[in-house]
C-alpha cells in the first residue's frame, strides 16, 4: 500500500510540474503587431519592471511579455482564469478562478499555491501587505473574500457590504482598495483599508448620482487622482474630507458630444514622465461598440490632445460576404518611460473566431 501511495505521489508531482510549466519564446512583430495564440480575459501592467501580464484560456495560462526584452514566458494554469492582479512591486501576481485563487512567483515563474475561495472571482486585487482580496461576480450585496496568504484562512471584510460584479483597485500606497459598484444606479466609489490585513470599509464618495461613475477606476502614477469609468476625475486624499472629491472630467473627442452618444472608459493609462493619458472608450448602452482609437489628453488640463488609429481588417459575415472592420480595443498601457504605448486588440475574422493582438505605438 505503502508503494502504491508513493507511486501516486510522483505522479501527481510530475503532472503538477508539467501543468505549470514555464516556456519561452521571443514574439514577432510584424507592422508594430504581435499575433497571440490564445484567447484573453484579463491583463495589467507593471511599470516597476516594464511586464505587460495576461491570462487566457485554451489553454489555461498566465502570459508574462517582457516589453524591454520582447520575450513571452508562459506559467501554466490548472484552472480557467477570471481575472489577474499583479503586485506594486512586479514580483508576484494572483489569478482568480471559480472557487480558487492562484499565486504566481514572476521571478521564478511558478505557481507557488492554489487557495480555496467561497466564491467566483469577478475581479482579484494583491495587496502589498500578504493578502489578496476578491470581488464577487454574484450574490448582489455581498462582501470582499480577504485571503491571507501566509496560512490560505479566507475572512469577509467588514462594514457595508459591497455589489457583486464591483471592480477594485489597490492605491499605489498600498494602504488602501477603491471599489466602484456596477449594476447600482447611480453608481458609487467606496475606499476601504488594508493596513490591518482584512479589508475594513471606511467610506464612499460625497456624491449620489452628481458625477457619473460606472463601474471601474484607475489611479495616476503617485496615487492623487482616480480616473473612473464615466469620465468623471476624483482627488484621492489621507482626508477624508478631500477625498473622492470633484477634480474634473476627461474631455471627449468633440464628435462624439451629444447625450446619446456618451462614451465610457474602458481601459486607461496614465503616464507621469509625459503627464499624458492613453485610454480606450466605448458607449454605455448594450450594443454600442468600442471606438477603434486610443486617445490621448493632457492629465492636467484634460483636454484631448490626438488619437492613435487601430487597424482596420477584412472578414466574413454571417451571410459569407467579405466586410471591412476596425478591431475592437479591449485594453491600453503605456511604458515606464512613457515612449511605448501596448494595446490588446480584438478582431473576429470569421464568424465565432476571435484574433487577439498586442499593437504597439
Not at 5 to 20: D, E, H, R, T, Y
Not at 110 to 115: A, D, E, F, L, R
Not at 200 to 208: A, K, L, V
Request: glycine fraction near 6%; proline fraction near 2%.
Amino acid at each position: 500500500m505503502n508503494k502504491k501511495i508513493q507511486l501516486l505521489a510522483c505522479i501527481l508531482l510530475v503532472l503538477l510540474a508539467f501543468s505549470c510549466r514555464k516556456k519561452e519564446e521571443e514574439l514577432a512583430i510584424a507592422e508594430g503587431k504581435i499575433t497571440l495564440k490564445s484567447n484573453l480575459i484579463d491583463a495589467e501592467y507593471s511599470k516597476k519592471n516594464d511586464l505587460l501580464i495576461y491570462v487566457s484560456t485554451n489553454p489555461h495560462q498566465l502570459n508574462v511579455y517582457n516589453t524591454l526584452t520582447n520575450k513571452l514566458e508562459i506559467v501554466g494554469l490548472g484552472f480557467a482564469p477570471m481575472s489577474v492582479s499583479i503586485a506594486l512591486d512586479g514580483k508576484t501576481a494572483i489569478v482568480g478562478h471559480d472557487a480558487r485563487v492562484s499565486h504566481v512567483d514572476l521571478t521564478k515563474l511558478s505557481v507557488t499555491k492554489v487557495y480555496d475561495v467561497t466564491c467566483e472571482a469577478f475581479d482579484v486585487v494583491l495587496g502589498s501587505n500578504g493578502w489578496a482580496y476578491v470581488l464577487p461576480k454574484r450574490d448582489q450585496w455581498s462582501n470582499i473574500h480577504c485571503l491571507n496568504l501566509s496560512t490560505g484562512e479566507e475572512i469577509l471584510s467588514t462594514g457595508y457590504s459591497i455589489y457583486a460584479g464591483s471592480k477594485g483597485k489597490l492605491h499605489p500606497s498600498g494602504k488602501y482598495l477603491y471599489v466602484t459598484n456596477n449594476g447600482l444606479s447611480p453608481s458609487d466609489i467606496e475606499k476601504f483599508d488594508l493596513r490591518e490585513g482584512a479589508a475594513n470599509r471606511m467610506y464612499d464618495s460625497p456624491y449620489h448620482g452628481d458625477y457619473p461613475i460606472s463601474g471601474d477606476l484607475w489611479f495616476s502614477e503617485d496615487g492623487n487622482r482616480i480616473f473612473v469609468k464615466g469620465r468623471t476625475v476624483l482627488k484621492a486624499s489621507e482626508i477624508k474630507s478631500q477625498d473622492m472629491v470633484y477634480n474634473g472630467t476627461v474631455s471627449d473627442d468633440t464628435l462624439f458630444n451629444g447625450y446619446y452618444n456618451y462614451r465610457s472608459i474602458l481601459s486607461l493609462d496614465h503616464s507621469q514622465v509625459t503627464n499624458t493619458l492613453y485610454y480606450i472608450v466605448k458607449g454605455e448602452r448594450y450594443d454600442s461598440s468600442t471606438m477603434p482609437f486610443v486617445y490621448i489628453n493632457n492629465a492636467t488640463n484634460l483636454d484631448i490632445t490626438g488619437k492613435l488609429e487601430l487597424e482596420k481588417y477584412a472578414a466574413v459575415d454571417n451571410t459569407g460576404k467579405t466586410v471591412m472592420r476596425s478591431v475592437e480595443p479591449l485594453f491600453v498601457f503605456i511604458n515606464s518611460r512613457g515612449s511605448r504605448v501596448y494595446v490588446i486588440t480584438k478582431a473576429e475574422k470569421e464568424v465565432n473566431k476571435s484574433e487577439w493582438k498586442i499593437q504597439i505605438f
